[in-house]
């Protein structure tokens, strides 16, 4: 079974804080997704990444950063945490090299942030 | 930009009743679609997804879609749920010409009472 690990479940941060949220997967995927989840907005896409070192845009980039400097672990930072950035934040990853068509993404549990 | 439409975002059902949920995306090529389920507490799972061949895409635990190209349709149906199938539901489509990422619907949650 393919397992996408998120390693905090529940973190509460302050303001202006810089925050990690780390993810590793164990199936030797090449592409690794950050998504946030919001109540009536779906998931939407923040950070991809196919391959190590690299990193792509997605939707929504604003306040964040990532990293990938091994195939298994791909990092979401928020430099400075706001408000607004309360969410649930979903890590992925998916087979393939540049986004093969029609490969199943999987899903880590989620990490519920609070920024307060 | 391509999206996802789903019509209703609370669905309450009786066990045993008959399911359906809306999914229409707004992109005219072609197209990769999915619907993920997520239980309480657990993580996104797949459903079903299609990306080519007969429209009509059968997955896990029942569940069945169609996709209807001329209607830019993919709904999901069941024609009989169980106080297990309470969740939430996202439909969501992938696109070559946006690198085939994943864009989600807003979700419907779907509760069966017992």
């Known amino acids: 079974d393919v397992k996408v690990t998120q390693s905090s479940r529940y973190l509460v941060k302050r303001t202006g804080e810089k925050v990690f949220l780390e993810c590793v997967q164990d199936?030797?995927?090449?592409?690794m997704f950050w998504y946030r989840q919001d109540p009536g907005l779906g998931l939407r896409l923040i950070y991809f990444?196919?391959?190590?070192?690299?990193?792509e845009k997605g939707d929504i980039p604003e306040g964040y950063s990532v990293s990938r400097e091994k195939k298994e672990r791909f990092s979401l930072i928020l430099e400075s945490a706001s408000t607004n950035q309360t969410s649930m934040y979903l890590c992925?990853?998916?087979?393939?090299?540049?986004?093969?068509?029609?490969?199943?993404?999987?899903f880590g549990e989620g990490s519920w942030l609070t920024v307060v | 930009a391509q999206s996802v439409s789903q019509h209703n975002h609370h669905v309450i059902l009786s066990e045993a009743a008959s399911l359906e949920l809306g999914c229409n995306y707004s992109?005219?090529?072609?197209?990769?679609l999915f619907w993920y389920v997520q239980y309480p507490g657990q993580h996104l799972q797949l459903l079903l997804k299609?990306?080519?061949?007969?429209?009509l895409v059968k997955g896990i635990k029942g569940f069945e879609a169609e996709f209807i190209k001329s209607k830019f349709s993919f709904n999901l149906r069941k024609p009989s749920v169980q106080w297990s199938d309470t969740a939430e539901y996202f439909c969501?489509?992938?696109?070559?010409?946006?690198?085939?990422?994943?864009?989600f619907g807003a979700g419907t949650i779907l509760r069966v009472k017992s």
């Open positions: 992925a990853s998916s087979p393939g090299g540049v986004m093969v068509s029609g490969n199943t993404i999987y």
């Open positions: 299609y990306f080519s061949g007969d429209p």
């Open positions: 992109y005219g090529g072609t197209v990769n």
């Open positions: 969501a489509v992938s696109t070559m010409e946006y690198g085939n990422k994943l864009v």
């Open positions: 199936m030797d995927h090449e592409n």
């Open positions: 990444s196919y391959d190590v070192k690299m990193k």
